[in-house]
């Protein structure tokens, strides 16, 4: 059976399913959106996800036309509709149908898309050897332009960033902010893993960058921050710089395609031992025993 999309109230097969050229998420990339699993026919932080879109389309001034529980309904009825199980869904809001002026206010109505379906993002041996990243020469866009916590239509820096990488032959990219800041990967959030230090009481100390540290407030990052701790590693949310990357004894990243994956590798410097480390390891484990009961 084919995949059914939901747009406005109404499902439409996969190869039907259209939008307006005159949708200012198309002409402007004037919507938002989230990407979300579900796990054996669950959800994943369901309220967390929809909680965050409501946010992203409160600050580019969208108002959703749907409350938030309904909206959490009809994600959770389009994967029993398309009889998915492990199943990537894709949310989005567009500014809807307009002219072609910039003017928000020309769009009478939102569109809301929902697409249940299926991606694998990397192979199982990318999981067994970790990966190889540069830093991005694009830097991640300022707070005050297009602050990252909004989860936008508008891609392009996290794109140009990623051609860099291709075009380097690697797996993903870190990108940092305008200062020189480690923020994020393309598409992931940054941990490194350190030894115990006076503080933390003999425990491994794990670092992510702060959520204003021009990040997405990734949903797998909170959760492994929340794993972590509850597995008694010291958590800290502190700025990084390319030097603690560098020599930090594991790097690992988090996002919902990925969910966590070890760095070996960063601009040609090996991190650790060059291979995915026990923490990282540890963490993963957990995070798919946590997945497989619910979350
Ligand atoms: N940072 C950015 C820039 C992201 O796009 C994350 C962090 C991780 O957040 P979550 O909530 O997923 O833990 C993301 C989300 C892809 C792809 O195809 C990845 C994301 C979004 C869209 C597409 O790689 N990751």
Redesign the pocket.
């Known amino acids: 059976m084919g995949i059914d999309i939901w747009i406005d109230g109404k499902y439409y097969p996969k190869d039907e399913a259209k939008v307006s050229v005159y949708d200012h998420g198309l002409l402007y990339g004037d919507g938002v959106f989230e990407?979300i699993r579900a796990y054996h026919g669950k959800v994943f932080r369901l309220t967390e996800h929809v909680e965050r879109l409501y946010q992203s389309a409160k600050a580019i001034w969208l108002e959703i036309p749907i409350p938030k529980d309904e909206m959490a309904a009809k994600i959770d009825e389009a994967v029993k509709h398309n009889k998915l199980t492990e199943a990537y869904i894709r949310v989005v809001v567009t500014r809807g149908k307009g002219d072609l002026g910039l003017d928000p206010r020309k769009c009478p109505k939102p569109t809301i898309i929902i697409i249940a379906d299926t991606i694998q993002?990397y192979p199982p041996e990318f999981y067994e050897k970790g990966l190889d990243v540069i830093t991005a020469a694009t830097p991640i866009s300022h707070r005050e332009n297009l602050n990252?916590r909004i989860?936008s239509l508008n891609y392009l820096a996290?794109i140009l960033a990623k051609v860099e990488g291709i075009q380097a032959g690697v797996h993903e990219v870190v990108m940092l902010d305008h200062e020189g800041f480690v923020a994020?990967?393309?598409?992931?959030?940054v941990f490194i893993v350190g030894k115990p230090d006076r503080k933390s009481k003999g425990k491994n100390v794990i670092r992510t960058t702060p959520p204003n540290a021009g990040?997405?407030k990734?949903?797998?990052?909170d959760a492994v921050i929340e794993l972590a701790e509850d597995a008694g590693y010291d958590v800290r949310e502190e700025t990084l710089t390319r030097y603690d990357l560098y020599t930090a004894d594991e790097f690992f990243l988090?996002?919902?395609?990925a969910e966590i994956i070890s760095v070996v590798k960063m601009d040609g410097r090996s991190i650790g031992n060059g291979k995915p480390g026990p923490v990282t390891r540890d963490l993963l484990g957990r995070f798919r025993e946590f997945v497989k009961t619910g979350g």
């Open positions: 990407g993002l990252p989860k996290h994020e990967c393309s598409g992931d959030n990040i997405l990734g949903i797998t990052r988090t996002g919902t395609g």
